[in-house]
């Protein structure tokens, strides 16, 4: 089973522009998060999707979104981009809740986000 | 609300020997708690999980946590390190599926 892909594994972007990142998650989970990693915050929670639905949100500006598609696949978007956004940004999929006891959570590699 | 503590960032240890990275946490309700190891340039890897089944928790590549209610700990152990273990591990608390809330992570060398 092929596991959780996420694209482009690398970006470089100017402050003020957009970007699109994107998440596949393994075949059949339908739950579908996002969580962005720097050094000086470290690890923090942006957003779940299960069916297409945002679940969960973390404490982020609106300038950070989401979606999920039919296919479970997820996009998230960030709109006028800062250079504090410079982030490697994990997604993550499990099958219907990972606070289950059957169920894990597994990580993606990241897209590693440069701001210039 | 959900909190973790990671009391060390960084643990260093020689190969062969135990490895203990300690972990508190603080959760309203009865959380699910995980330990995660990251390599360079690679994603979250989980260790293991905790869900209330049994206190003693076994995860891959040896390790293993216990948790302890009545010190709100969920320390990692490993009985002998290998040089692979090398990487950054975090400890994380959820309450009922809801987000992770990562610890700030130690940071794990291992000398030869």
């Known amino acids: 089973k092929a596991g959780v892909t996420q694209t482009p594994r690398y970006l470089i972007k100017t402050r003020g522009q957009q970007v699109t990142l994107s998440c596949s998650p393994i075949s059949g989970h339908r739950s579908v998060s996002w969580y962005q990693q720097t050094p000086g915050q470290g690890l923090q929670f942006l957003f779940e999707y299960f069916s297409e639905t945002q679940r969960n949100k973390g404490n982020f500006p609106g300038r950070f979104s989401g979606r999920q598609f039919s296919n479970s696949r997820s996009e998230m978007n960030v709109s006028t981009l800062e250079l504090g956004d410079s982030a490697l940004y994990l997604c993550?999929?499990?099958?219907?809740?990972?606070?289950?006891?059957?169920?894990?959570?597994?990580f993606g590699s990241g897209t590693q986000l440069s701001v210039l | 609300a959900q909190s973790v503590t990671q009391l060390d960032s960084h643990v260093s240890v020689s190969e062969g020997t135990p490895v203990l990275l300690r972990c508190n946490y603080s959760s309203s309700y009865s959380p699910s708690l995980f330990w995660y190891v990251q390599h360079p340039n690679k994603g979250l890897q989980l260790l293991l999980k905790?869900?209330?089944?049994?206190?003693l928790v076994k995860g891959i590549n040896g390790f293993e946590a216990e948790f302890k209610k009545s010190e709100t700990s969920f320390h990692l152990t490993k009985p002998s390190a290998h040089m692979s273990d090398a990487a950054e591990y975090f400890c994380?608390?959820?309450?009922?599926?809801?987000?992770?809330?990562f610890g700030k992570g130690t940071t794990l060398s291992v000398s030869s």
């Open positions: 994380v608390v959820s309450e009922a599926g809801t987000a992770l809330i």
């Open positions: 993550a999929s499990s099958p219907e809740n990972f606070g289950l006891p059957e169920e894990k959570l597994f």
């Open positions: 905790y869900t209330s089944a049994a206190t």
